[in-house]
């Protein structure tokens, strides 16, 4: 049912902001294929996102590339985008993937950072490229893949590590708020702590990436495009179960295993629009 209801969601979505983005511009790489649609007023923004899927497949290239073709809409502003994706209330929100598509808000309304931009295409791809590689345009919703999981690898491979909480952030964080559960409620808990909840994604994803590897992550992967949900693929793929490696994780956090990598948290914790005004050329 709620496969269903998000497709029924995405197909509205289409028949309003994104049905007037008719101007296409196709790009043809060797690994991948993009097309990327607006409504013929953004050309600046366009040239800037063509310039960052034609750096992407490199990026993408330790997952195995995207299997089929993406197409990028780039509407005018976050409230369309807000619209389009159907999450109103995120005001960090600047891009959302899907099997096939991206839909990315016009960068000049947020950034003229073109690393940045970059950073966003690249891990927005990995989504695309992740739904890709464990399920088919069936079944890629039912995966349920949680959302540690999704954030982490899309901000370890897009290496974004700058604009979220060390380690240390995380760990005192987690300490402060026992109650919180990022690996069961990850997505009912980013709209109020974004910087936390993907910050404690990337680190899991981290010391899962560190402690079995690419191979390994590519084998998970495969067991749930051949059919298995998330914890069971996980299971065959690492030989342990997924609940272990939460427990294994959070003893890493509690005891400070990581020490001499991280630092103290800030006394201001900055908001993602902050961060990349800091990154901005001159900044």
Sequence with gaps: MRALLSLLIFASGCAGPLASLKVERPLTLESARFTIRSDGTVDADVHRIEHALSEAPAGLAPWGGLETPVTVFVVSDHRALERAVHRPGYAWLRAWARLEDVVVQAPSTWTTNAAVIDELLLHELTHCLLFQRTGTPESWRSKQIPLWFREGMAVWTAKQQGLYPTLE???????????????????????????????????????????????????????????????????????????????????????????????????????????????????
């Design 169 to 283: 952030d995380t760990a005192q964080w987690a300490e402060k708020n026992p109650a919180l559960d990022v690996f069961e409620d990850g997505e009912a808990l980013s709209a109020e702590h974004y910087l936390e909840v993907y910050g404690f994604a990337l680190h899991a994803f981290t010391f899962l990436e560190r402690r079995y590897g690419a191979v390994q992550l590519g084998a998970l992967m495969g067991q749930m495009k051949a059919g298995a949900d998330f914890a069971t693929g996980f299971e065959q793929a690492m030989g342990t179960t997924l609940a272990r490696f939460q427990r294994d994780f959070l003893n890493y956090l509690h005891l400070r295993a990581f020490r001499g990598t991280g630092r103290s948290a800030p006394l201001l914790r900055p908001n993602l629009h902050e961060l990349i005004e800091k990154r901005r050329p001159g900044a």
